[in-house]
Every structure is written in C-alpha cells, then in structure tokens.
C-alpha cells in the first residue's frame, strides 16, 4: 500500500475518544435502546471461526458475541479499552483485547474468518486504507460486515446539513457524519455483497462485503 498514514489526523483521533472515553457510554445511552437490535443483527450474520472486531470502543457489542467465534478486539483509544476490558471482566467474556490502529493491522494476511466494525469507519483518518487492510487480514472466503451511519443523499437538504455541521461534530464527538460508507467500500476495492438501509433515509447501513483478490495499491 503505497500512500501513508495521516499521523496527526490520526493522533487528534485517538486524542479525541481518550478525552471523552469516561463519558462515552452516558453520551450514546439514549440511542443504544435502537442500536441493540442492530448489534444483534450483524452478530448472527457473523460465522463461526476467528473474528476481528475493529473499534471495539468500550464494549457495547460484547453482549452479542457468539459462543461459535473466538474474537480480537482492537481500538486506537487506549483509554476506551480498558473500559472495554473492565465490561469483559464483568460480562465473564473471553476477548483478546490490544490496542491497534485499523490503517495499520499487525495481523498477517488471512488470519480472520471475519472483521466486524460497527459505527467505526465514521471516525477512521483514511477510511480506504482502513478498508484495504480488512480485505487482507480477512480470509478470502470471508466476510467482512459494518453496521455505519451515513450521509443522507436522498433529500438534499438533510445532506448539505451535515456537510456543514461534520466540522463541528467531529471536534466534539469523534465521528464524522457526512461519509458514504457504501461507495467508500467500493473504492477500497472490497467486494460489495449487500446493502441494507436499517434507518429511515438510509442514514444507518448494513453493508456486507467479502475481501477481493485484486485489493488495488
């Protein structure tokens, strides 16, 4: 892979979910009764086997994990894993938990049966290289699912809206809110399987890919 990493956009990124990692859960209460079932979703579609959960943040899908997948979780917040190591502790789970960046994995090729990421690739630096390295750590018959939220393209209004509130939401929260997830996929040269709109305009996506045989540098 040729182009490199956005160190300092990725550094303000770590900085970011570090700061608000005490908080997170509180902040996210309100949605997490309409995200659970979402959760739940995209676990039953995961096989059996080695899983990769990128961005595992404090460990809100650890619930739906299972019993069938050995999983490894990692997060570039050092702070936002050891909240999730504290809910594995509680919860009983068994999950390898290190501290990694998606834009980098130090994994070797075709170690996961599968990569899960969900509201992750909202908050990567560089989203495609991100995307590249699922398709090369995920075996080439798996699969590779996100569950993200998106730009709303169907009503015009709504998507200049959040082009113009995405600066604003990113200093404060992390995530952006304005990314095309889907084409995004594409453009990592992921192998697009399914597309699913789970919320009204299709601001929230299930997107199913597998890895392709021709990742483009």
């Known amino acids: 892979m040729n182009s ?33 079932p979402w959760r739940e979703q995209v676990w039953s579609l995961v096989p059996s086997g080695q899983v990769l959960e990128v961005g595992v943040g404090t460990g809100k899908n650890f619930p739906y994990h299972p019993a069938r997948v050995e999983v490894t979780g990692i997060d570039l917040s ?6 999730a ?3 594995a502790d509680k919860l009983g789970h068994i999950i390898q938990l290190r501290e990694m960046d998606v834009q980098q994995l130090d994994f070797p ?10 509201f992750v690739f909202c908050s990567v630096p560089d ?8 398709g090369r750590v ?10 993200e939220h998106v730009r709303i393209d169907r ?9 113009l509130l995405d600066p604003l939401v990113v200093r404060l929260m992390g995530p952006h809110i304005n990314r095309r997830t889907a084409e995004t996929v594409q453009q990592a040269g992921l192998e697009v399987e399914q597309v699913e709109d789970l919320a009204r305009g299709g601001l929230v996506k299930l997107i199913i890919a597998r890895p392709s045989s021709l990742i483009p540098d």
């Not at 050092?78 to 909240?83: D, F, G, P, Y």
């Not at 995920?138 to 569950?147: A, E, M, S, T």
């Not at 015009?156 to 809206?161: C, F, P, S, T, W």
């Open 4 to 36: 490199l990493i956005a160190t300092e956009e990725t550094a303000k990124t770590r900085s970011r979910y570090n700061r608000i990692a005490p908080v997170y859960d509180a902040m996210e209460s309100l949605y997490e009764g309409r995200f659970a």
């Open 78 to 83: 050092n702070r936002m894993l050891a909240r």
């Open 85 to 87: 190591r504290q809910k």
């Open 109 to 118: 090729d075709d170690s996961f049966d599968a990569a899960v990421a969900t």
């Open 127 to 134: 989203p495609v290289r991100g995307l590249r390295e699922l």
């Open 138 to 147: 995920v075996k080439p018959d798996g699969r590779i699912i996100l569950l």
């Open 155 to 163: 009503l015009a209004i709504i998507g200049r809206l959040m082009d």
